[in-house]
Structure formats: structure tokens, C-alpha cells
């Protein structure tokens, strides 16, 4: 047992994250109920230690005290523990407190407690619980404060929530919530006031934003009563003079999962690449791992306002559409005066190469198509590495050289997937008022020549070559199955080939440091077990695409008919880019697969370059080329690698990633109206057609996916290594996503609905709830 005034930080192991902020707070000067601490030895030992307890609340003089719990990982800055683990208050006379240790005690593995820390997979057995014991207050006022805003992550606004009494924060009371942004001009100063300056006090003191239990006496004396960080805010952008945007990128790719520290880098120069291939140029932002673009300078040069929200529409989806129309209605973004250079305009021989490259492809679509599939085998060669490589220095130069050409690939591969989206897109407005956007997107169902279609086609025809070990596949765990096939203990049944062909992709594979299929064949397994349960022939995905094919076919010549009549000029032009779509718009996936082989290599030299420095080969992923190089040179880094993987491994828990952030920490998203959904109807946008019916499977890892054929699969986000999903699923409903991007074009091919950006529907939707998705009208209505 120890006296409060003796805790501190650094004796988390020993007295638990609760009594560890309070001594804290005793230290920074704060005014804290006296008491003590019962340690976690005793826990261990299993004996309260009645002499020392009894001993020490006669010290305190008796009376009612409170009696909490301490865990060991409580309190925490990646988990609050917040109501999980019990708390007695009015506790008087030695026998009950006694028995109210003992009921801290068993708290630590109660049903709370552990479904909590199951979440989180922490080991109970690491976890050990200490007793705070204080003296009982008789307060006329308390509640908690949260120096940043916890519902928008304002870090310039704290929010109070305020009550009677002491039972604010188990919520069985009405509480007042109280922003204090300037607590000099509110009705109440006086406490106002005296907490603002307590709150900015204890953040200051810890260093991070802390939600801080307090209350008032008669006297009205200000008493602290706990503090710990807030666990749920999004880390804040890097501090700016001035107010700045930031809006999220990984979206594009389906990417909402944290970055590594290696693959921000390469990610951060194909954004921006890519960004300034649409005349702009972005700075990209590491805010909690995940890529952000500063679009400041945009919001406020007139020329690029009038394109942004047409930009997010098109390429972010809605949710970021609304976002940025709020962005420019609000007055600190107001455009600057004066006339400014557009910095990063494509020049006039960039225009004319694209012009011709696009007209080009349009004219001779299969030629284009035979350069681009050349294109795209001349970069696989290059992407490998030379065979006189020894050293991990010389990888190093490798790994900081390659790709800086594209061996004249990039107009061959470029333009075509240009010219295929250009003529899947114009049709829309050249038709308007003659054909429906739900008709255009039945003209380019079961399009050919999409490389991540081919891929999860051959996967399923891996599957059915498989079906002779059926029982073996269904019965195993996907992840058994992967370390038995990668020590050769596995019948073959055409892994080999498929991973041969496909095995530098991988979900969030655009991160150089996630591994490949080829590494880790788990999701291969969970994608062919979910084939192997689909019995209905008629449902087979081959069959399904090429049905998809066929009635994309009728639908044209049904359209074709129709425009013709209505609109013989603009019809006919329509039609002709509806019929090269079908040509080109496949390709759209090529680009990026091409740029895999590159990423593979270099991921597979560093994993060499790591087993020269850690004892985990993949701990290089957790650091930058300059400090490998500096590793290399002598440096010990394991400290480093360190933190950053257990900040990696608390963000990717995070469920909800905002999608634009203000530099004072304010999540957009947050302050705009909430969305007007009726009884058991979420709305979002309709990216497929089509109507259906069916149990909910919510995923957030498509490696362990288990999804029952005609399941609607419901997650945050897809890449192309979510696809294999798609052959066998009823629907799709995402929460973020563009109608562009890989998840609803994949969905719209194989013909299932989709709704994308339906806010909070991996939260609001759990398995096994019958939900019906549909997509003409974006809606997921829920079952009662």
C-alpha cells in the first residue's frame, strides 16, 4: 500500500492507470481527495491486507470514503476502460470497505471488462488491478471535462458536461453540456472560467488532451477527482499558423486502414502525382497514418474553388462533396484577393500528348489495348531486382533508385484507361433526359478486360478445380491453411500458378508495407472457402459475369434504338463511346497493378535489409529510408520501431476516420446536419442498381471473411484485394467511396447492388440483421 501522493506515471504496473493520474495530479499542484492506494502485489497475492487497510483509513479519520478501481490498463492514452470496471461510493466502516476491495477485485474480469479487453486483444493474464481509496466529497455540482471537444476534436473548445450531485458519469442523470470556447464572455464565469484554466493546466501537465472527472463542494472548492486521455479523438494535424483544410485521400484506393511509415513515402509521391496530373498541386499529410491532401490554397484561389466540389463528387465521393461545399460557404475560407499563378498547370505539349493518346485509343481501341497489356509486361520485367545485389547498403541505393522511369510505358498505359473512363462518363450528360444513370451502368455491366475481375475469376476457378478437397478446405482454418501450403504440406490444388500470376496483390496493398498473398495466403483460403459453400450452379460467378455481359449487350442495342430517334446527333456519339467503353473502361485497374510488381520488389529488398538489422524482418517497415540508412550506419532504432508499431496497432482499430479535418483538430464531417434517416432507413448513394434482400455480414478484415453465399456485405471501405468477396455477396453497402471507385465498379460488373457512403453502417447494421439494399434509390433499409 502506498499514499496517493507517492503515485506517479511511471508505477502504471503497480498501482494502475487511475491512482497513477491522480498522483499526477497531486504533483501538478491540483486539489485531489486525500487517500491511498492498495497495490496490485496485493492483487497478485490475492490477500487484501486487512492490518494495512484498516491502518490507513484511520489515517484518512474514517467516514465515508470511495473505493475504485485501478487496472493496470486503465486509463490509458489507447484505452479508457470508461465504466468497465466498479466503483463503490459512501463506503463506511472497515467490513465494507473491505468488501468493496474485494469487489474491485472481481470487476477486473467481469463480462464488461473482458468483451472490452477482447476487443483491444489485451491478455488478461498481463492485467492486474490496484484500489484507490478516498475520502468521500459531498459535492453540489460535478461532472467531466474534455479539454479538446470530443464530438468535432476542436483542440481550441473544451466541452463540460455538467450535473447534480455524483452520478454525471454513470449517466442516470440529466446533465447540461456546456461548450467553452471564451469562458471570459459566458453568463457564469466563475466556474466556467475556473475550469477552463484547470483543464488548460492538466493538459499542459500530461501533454495531451484529458477527459478530467470533477466536482464542487459546499464551499464551492474545486476538486479533481480523475484524469485520463481521450482516447477517441483523431490525432491533430501538424500545428499551422493559420486555419487549414485537410481532406482524406486513401479513400480513392480503399484504403482507411493506417500507413506503415515505409509506405507513406511512396504513397505520398503517387498522390501527389497523380493530383497534379488535374493541374493541382497538393501537399499530403500524415495525420494518425493515413494519407490527408492540404487543400487550403485551393479553397481559397478562386479559379480551383469552382472545380473542387466537382473533383470530390467525382474521385471522393459525396460525403466529401459535402464537406467541401460547407468548406467554402464558411467565412475563414473565404477566397484571397488578388489573381495567383496556377502552380502546377499542365502545360500545352502535356495537353496535346493527352489529347492525342485519348483520340488515339478511341479510334483503335483494340490496339490500344495489346500496347497497354506490353506496356504493363515491360514493367514487370523491370521491376525486378538485379541478380548482383549482396550487401544491405547496396539494396538500400536499390530500393532509393527504382522506378524513377517507366521504360516509355506511361502514354501507353495512361491514355487508353483515360479514354475509357471519359467514354463511360460522357454518355451520362449527353443522354440526360433521354437515359437514366441505372441504364447507362446496365450498358457497362460485365465489362471485359479488368484485371481484378480476370484475378477473382481465376480464383474462383481455382476453387472449383479445388472441390475435390472440399472438406479439408471448409474444415481448416484459413490461416492454418496458409502455414501448412507455405511449408508444402498441402495437396496441390493450383495455388502455385494463381499466386504466381497474382500474388503481389493483397488488401490495402498500395502500402509497401502490408504483406503480399504470395507471404501470407490467408485470404486466398477465406476467399476459396466462401466459393466452395455456393451450390446453386446458377449463381456461379462466371456465370453471373457473363450474364452481366450478355444483357449489358441487349441493353446497348435497346439504348441504341431509342437515342437514335430522340437525339440522332448527340445519340449517336453516346453510343459510340457506350460501345468503346466496353473496350477500354476494363483497363482502368491496369495502372495500378502494373505499379505492384515495383512495390513488391522493393518491399521484398527491404525485408532483406530488415533481417540484417531486427529480429523481425518486417520491423523495417516501421521506418523511413533516411533512418534505415542511419540503422545501417550503427544506429540503434529499436525504441523507435517500437513505438510506432503499437501506435500502428491502436489505429488500426480505429473504426471511423474523418473525412476532412480542420488544423485545429476539427472533424468536419461533424458539424453539418445530421442526416434525416427514418425509422430503420439509412441513406447513402446508389452506385449499382438493383434491389435484394438479405442477412447482413459486417467485415472489417477480409482475411478471416466468412461470407455465405448471397450475404450483403457491409464495411467501411474496399480496395481490388476485397473483390474475391464480391463473387458470392447479395449486395454491397460501404461507408465511404466515390461511384468511380474500385468497390461500386466491381459491383456494378458482376451485377450486384451497391450503396456507398452510408455514414456509420458497420455500427448501425450487425450480422445477421435481414436488411434490403437498394441501389437505384441509395438506401439500406433495416429489417424491425
Known sequence: MIPLTEAHAGLVPLVGGKAAGLGELIRAGERVPEGFCVTTEAHRAGVVPQDEVRAAYARLGGGPVAVRSSATDEDLPDASFAGQHDTVLNVEGEADLLAAIGTCWESLHGSRAAAYRQARGTDPA??????????????????????????????????????????????????????????????DPGWQGELWAAGRRVQAHFGTPQDVEWATDHDGTLWLLQSRPVSTLFPVPPQTDDLRVYVEFGNVQGMLRPVTPMGMATLRAMIAAMVASLGMRVEIVDIGGR?????????????????????????????????????????RFAPSGGRSRRPADASLSTALRALRGILRALARPDAARRRLVAAVDRLRAEAAAPAHLRTAHERLRFVRDHGDGDGGAADDITWPIVAGMLASALPAHLLRGVATEDEIHAVLRGVPHNVTIEMDLALWALACAARPHRELLLDTPPAELSARYLRGALPEIGLSAFLSRYGHRAAAEADVGVPRWAEDPTPVFAAVANYLRLTDPTQAPDRRFAGAAAAAGAALDELAARVRRRRPVRGRIAIFLLRRARRLAGLRESGKFAGL?????????????????????????????????????????????????????????????????????????????????????????????????????????????????????????????????????????????????????????????????????????????VITVDGAAGTVTTAR
Do not use: C, K
Open 126 to 187: 498481463d492485467v492486474h488491478m490496484a484500489v484507490v481509496v478516498q475520502r468521500m466529497l459531498a459535492p453540489v455540482r460535478a461532472g467531466v471535462l474534455y479539454t479538446a471537444n470530443p464530438v468535432t476534436g476542436n483542440r481550441t473548445e473544451m466541452l463540460v458536461e455538467v450535473g447534480p450531485g455524483t452520478t454525471v458519469v454513470d449517466g442516470r442523470t440529466e446533465v447540461t453540456r456546456v461548450v467553452l470556447a471564451d469562458p471570459a464572455g459566458s453568463a
Open 291 to 331: 494519407l490527408y491532401g492540404d487543400l487550403t490554397d485551393l479553397v481559397r484561389r478562386p479559379a480551383s474553388r469552382r472545380r473542387l466540389v466537382r473533383l470530390m463528387a467525382v474521385d471522393f465521393g459525396p460525403r466529401a462533396q459535402a464537406v467541401m461545399e460547407h468548406v467554402l460557404r464558411d467565412p
Open 597 to 769: 510488381y515495383r512495390l513488391r520488389t522493393v518491399r521484398e529488398q527491404l525485408l532483406l535489409i530488415g533481417a540484417t538489422l531486427f529480429p523481425a524482418a518486417d520491423d523495417v517497415m516501421f521506418l523511413t529510408l533516411d533512418e534505415v540508412e542511419a540503422a545501417l550506419d550503427g544506429a540503434d532504432l529499436t525504441g523507435l520501431v517500437a513505438r510506432r508499431r503499437a501506435t500502428h496497432r491502436r489505429e488500426l482499430r480505429r473504426r471511423v476516420v474523418p473525412v476532412a479535418l480542420l488544423s485545429d483538430g476539427t472533424d468536419v464531417e461533424s458539424t453539418l446536419p445530421a442526416p434525416a434517416d427514418g425509422a430503420g432507413l439509412l441513406r447513402g448513394v446508389g452506385a449499382a442498381t438493383g434491389r435484394v434482400t438479405g442477412p447482413a455480414r459486417v467485415v472489417t478484415d477480409p482475411a478471416t471473411a466468412y461470407l455465405e453465399p448471397g450475404e450483403i456485405l457491409v464495411t467501411a471501405t474496399t480496395d481490388p484485394g476485397w473483390t474475391p468477396l464480391f463473387l458470392t455477396a447479395g449486395a454491397l453497402v460501404t461507408e465511404t467511396g466515390a461511384i468511380m471507385a474500385h468497390g461500386p465498379t466491381v459491383a456494378r460488373e458482376y451485377g450486384i447492388p451497391a450503396v456507398i457512403s452510408v455514414p456509420g453502417a458497420t455500427s448501425r447494421i450487425v450480422t445477421g440483421q
